[in-house]
């Protein structure tokens, strides 16, 4: 028992003198999950035949400033764009199925954190979000490759979970799971007057990985 509360008050005290109130973070989202069948994985390729690494990046990134409101919370401000095209779609599609997505979301988000050891915390929270956009779906089976644009625009709610590891006292890495449900189409209008061009879709939820870098100041 005098272990455990010997570890605890050095763990309160680690985070007390090491926490700071301002963060700001760099991220990737490594997956995406939009529930309806396009690849997890967010890697690109400028080209499979040359480049660095056949020229893989990374579709998704972002960037988020974090302010802390105590030792145990805090509220962020984040944004994101993704810009992916579904290789595996552009060669083997339906009607319906999606070629690219180019989007940008914008949250603000409430999280507490809960410190494990000294240098572990693990995080929950729930935030509200707009998000904005174009996807392309095609409106031809293969081989023809006709697309139909789509503007997303949307505001969304999100709850999150993850752990952060810090590496010092100014810099931590992090990983967060991030589920998104969207609350209201800003563009329900044009949902309605041509659903033909988008069978099922726009789909409300948005399941994503978020690993990233912080800075502390």
């Given amino acids: 028992m005098k272990l ?12 007390s003198m090491g926490q700071s109130k301002h963060s700001v973070s760099f991220q990737s989202g490594i997956f995406h999950s939009y529930f309806d069948q396009t690849p997890l994985m967010n ?9 660095i690494f056949h020229g893989v990046f990374l579709g998704s ?3 988020s400033y974090s302010y802390g409101l105590n030792q145990r919370s805090c509220v962020s401000a984040e944004a994101t764009r993704l810009a992916r095209r579904y290789d595996k779609n552009r060669y083997s599609h339906q009607f319906g199925d999606i070629d690219i997505r180019i989007i940008s979301t914008y949250s603000i988000k409430y999280i507490r954190n809960v410190a494990l050891n000294e240098k572990v915390q693990f995080q929950y929270g729930a935030g509200i979000s707009y998000r904005n956009g174009n996807v392309y779906q095609y409106t031809v089976p293969s081989p023809l490759t006709y697309t139909h644009m789509f503007n997303e625009s949307n505001f969304g709610m999100s709850t999150l979970i993850g752990f952060r590891y810090y590496l010092n006292q100014k810099f931590s890495l992090y990983s967060l799971f991030d589920f998104r449900s969207v609350l209201y189409f800003v563009n329900h209008e044009e949902l309605n007057a041509n659903p ?7 789909n409300r939820f948005d399941l994503s990985l978020k690993l990233g870098l ?3 100041f």
Avoid at 4 to 15: R, V
């Fill in 4 to 15: 455990y509360l010997m570890s605890a008050i050095i763990s309160a005290a680690f985070f």
């Fill in 43 to 51: 890697f690109n390729y400028t080209s499979k035949e040359q480049g």
């Fill in 61 to 63: 990134n972002g960037l």
């Fill in 196 to 202: 033909e061009l988008h069978p099922g879709y726009p």
């Fill in 214 to 216: 912080s800075f502390h």
